[in-house]
């Protein structure tokens, strides 16, 4: 599924933000918010530009569902 393969993504130290961003939008659909807590952790691996790129778009999301 494209869970496993995005998840896997995340796993290995992908730093492409589109996989991060579809990863969210996927649990946030399957009522796994509390999966994000893991992708930031992830995120914070990484080297600071995408770090922080990637931070802020999981952020987006935060907020958009505490505002739904």
Do not use: W
Not at 18 to 25: A, G, I, V
């Amino acid at each position: 599924s494209a869970e496993t393969v995005l998840a896997y993504a995340v796993s290995i130290g992908s730093d492409i933000s589109k996989s991060y961003d579809l990863l969210c939008k996927i649990y946030l659909e399957e009522g796994k918010p509390d999966q994000i807590k893991i992708l930031e952790e992830s995120a914070r691996k990484l080297p600071e530009a995408s770090q922080k790129r990637i931070l802020a778009r999981l952020d987006q999301y935060d907020l958009s569902q505490l505002l739904n």
